[in-house]
Structures are given as structure tokens and as C-alpha cells.
């Protein structure tokens, strides 16, 4: 179980120093939308580790909060916005 | 009438969905929230789906699932394939499919599938022409694109769609 | 037997989204990225949020619902990450004999969709 959510913690690292070297605003976006995949799909396995089910609203709720972001965010490098 | 209830049918089997209980409370409070947003929102809302509820349709539909989750599972190994491989064997560029669909569900539909399936990614639609960033140009021969990317696909949301 | 299979599909799931991200960092450019992106990552999370509902069979609808939402979601998203991208100006990375279709299309500055 705690391997998991290690193995989590490393994508989450990976794609975070994407995030941090850019080069380019995309980029950063495209980091972000996978950040935000990886930890709807950790919040889940949290919700199987401390065995609550209230988290696995939490991980709907943010899953359907950052798909929203993400295409704004979309939207506004294409100047759409 | 009929699309009254219809509305109403699908944002109570959402809530029921999003809350998963049958407690009563929950029942109760989402039956009058649907109730209000049907009354508002009946007049614009659409009954196409309704036409999807006819055995051959939706036994088409389910083939159309297990193709899609085969091709899913199929271009997750061989992405990961590339990514794992040092030399990192990718020939990246953007072709242009010309999809034999006419409705626009359909159009939506396969542009997804084409996304989520081996090295291909949707950019954008242009009436019938999709472009598709593909990570292995294997060809720049539109019937071989055609082949390669989408024809499994187009055969059956023919039939679900037209 | 059904834990078994869950916890076989979630080791499964989170391998990809090790390989997603992994992707993310090793891709040339932006929209091989997204290919990595967008392909490891959802089987990764389906895999893990299903396997999770397979462990606690009561929990299956309500990881069912978060499968779907993220199935549909995903390729949408990238596909208006992948659309703006080209929009500002990022060309493909390509081998010499690349082809690029889209670049002879007009684009429309400020266009609905």
C-alpha cells in the first residue's frame, strides 16, 4: 500500500520539474493537467488507505474543479479569453 | 410531455450518480432540484438520446467499447514502450484524415477515440478533415492514414449514428 | 479474488502514471508530451480508480463515475491544449521528412467554438 503511493510521489516529482523547467507556458499547462490526473488518482488510493469514503467526493470534485481549470487556462494562451 | 420527463429522467439519474445513495433525504432533495432545473431548462434540451434506446443501437454500443478499451489498452504499451526506451524512437508530425462521418456527435466521438488510441492526438477539426498529430508517421498516403488511425472505428459509429 | 484482480489493476494503474510522467519529462516537445500526457495517464488513472472500486466492492459506482468523468475529460482537455498550442505559434518538433498539414490551414484569430 505505502509502495503505491510512493511510486505516486515520484510521478508527482517528474512531472513537477516539467512544470518548473517550462521552457514554454504550454508546457507548464500540460505538466499541471497531468499533476492534476496523478492526485485525483492518489486522492482515491488515500480514500482506499485510511478507508474513508468522504475523500472519494474530494477526488470527484477535483477532478471535475480541474478539468474546468484546465481548459480556462486553454482558452487563455490561445487568446480566447 | 415526453421531453419533460425525459430532462427530468437525466438530471435525477446524474444526481443519483454523483450521490450514489437511495437514502431518503438525498432522493428527496434531488428529485425537487431536478424538478426545478427541468422546469427552466425542458425547452432547450435535446432528444436525440432517446433514438439510442433500440437493442441493434445499443448492441452496437457495446462493441463500440470493447474495440475502444482493446485499442486504449494497445496504445498505452506502446507509448510507455517509447517513453521506457532509450533511444526514444518517435517520427512526430501532423497528418490530415478525412473522416466519412457526417453528424457532428460522430465527428466529436471519433476525435476522442483518435485521441486516445495508438500515438494519435486530435488538434483540430476542420469540416471533414481532422488533424492529427501522430507520434510514428508510418505514411503520408490518405488511405494508409485512413487504415491506420480511425477505420475500425468510422465502420461502427456508422452504425450507431446514421 | 476480486482483491486480487483490484490490486493487480491498481499496481498496473500507477506503473502508467509513473510512465505518463515520466513521458512528460522526456518528450522533445510540446505535443509529444501530450501524447504521453494524455495516453499513459488515463489508463494509469482508470486502472487505479477502477482496481480501487474492485477492493471495496461497495465503492464500485462512485469510482465507476470518477472513471468515466476522467475518460471523457482528458483527451477534451488536451485536445484544447494541443489546438492553442498551435494557435500562439509552437511549430512540431520533426525528423526531416516530417509532414505538417495543419500549417497550411488559416487560422482565424478569436474564433468561437
Known amino acids: 500500500m505505502i509502495f503505491f503511493l510512493f511510486v505516486i510521489i515520484l510521478a508527482i516529482i517528474f512531472a513537477a520539474i516539467r512544470g518548473i523547467k517550462g521552457p514554454t507556458a504550454s508546457d507548464i499547462i500540460i505538466a499541471l493537467d497531468n499533476l492534476t490526473i496523478i492526485i485525483t488518482a492518489g486522492l482515491v488510493l488515500l480514500s482506499l488507505f485510511f478507508e474513508r469514503y468522504i475523500y472519494l467526493d474530494v477526488a470527484l470534485i477535483y477532478g471535475v474543479l480541474s478539468f474546468i481549470g484546465v481548459l480556462t487556462l486553454a482558452r487563455y494562451i490561445e487568446g480566447g479569453l | 410531455m415526453s421531453k419533460f420527463i425525459f430532462t427530468f429522467f437525466v438530471l435525477f439519474t446524474i444526481w443519483i450518480g454523483f450521490t450514489t445513495s437511495l437514502q431518503p433525504q438525498e432522493v428527496i432533495t434531488g428529485s425537487i432540484l431536478s424538478l426545478i432545473i427541468t422546469l427552466f431548462a425542458y425547452k432547450t434540451f435535446s432528444k436525440t438520446a432517446l433514438s439510442f434506446f433500440q437493442p441493434k443501437r445499443l448492441f452496437n454500443i457495446l462493441k463500440y467499447l470493447v474495440v475502444f478499451l482493446i485499442a486504449l489498452v494497445k496504445s498505452n504499451f506502446d507509448v510507455a514502450k517509447r517513453v521506457i526506451s532509450p533511444s526514444l524512437p518517435i517520427n512526430p508530425g501532423i497528418v490530415k484524415y478525412n473522416t466519412k462521418l457526417k453528424s457532428d456527435i460522430a465527428k466529436v466521438v471519433l476525435a476522442n477515440s483518435i485521441t486516445l488510441t495508438p500515438g494519435t492526438l486530435t488538434v483540430d477539426i476542420i469540416d471533414d478533415a481532422l488533424h492529427i498529430h501522430w507520434l510514428d508517421v508510418k505514411s503520408k498516403e490518405p488511405d494508409i492514414i485512413f487504415k491506420e488511425i480511425g477505420e475500425q472505428f468510422e465502420i461502427i459509429l456508422k452504425e450507431i449514428f446514421e | ?113
Open chain 3, 1 to 113: 479474488m476480486l482483491n486480487i484482480l483490484g490490486y493487480i489493476l491498481v499496481s498496473v494503474g500507477v506503473a502508467f502514471l509513473f510512465l505518463g510522467a515520466f513521458g512528460i519529462f522526456r518528450m522533445p516537445d510540446i505535443y509529444t508530451r501530450l501524447q504521453a500526457g494524455t495516453k499513459a495517464t488515463t489508463l494509469g488513472a482508470l486502472g487505479t480508480i477502477l482496481g480501487v472500486g474492485l477492493i471495496q466492492p461497495e465503492w464500485f459506482l462512485k469510482t465507476l463515475v470518477i472513471a468515466i468523468f476522467i475518460a471523457i475529460s482528458n483527451p477534451i482537455s488536451s485536445h484544447a491544449l494541443a489546438r492553442g498550442s498551435y494557435k500562439i505559434g509552437h511549430k512540431p518538433f520533426m525528423k526531416d521528412d516530417g509532414v505538417d498539414s495543419y500549417s497550411e490551414v488559416e487560422l482565424n484569430e478569436g474564433e468561437e467554438f
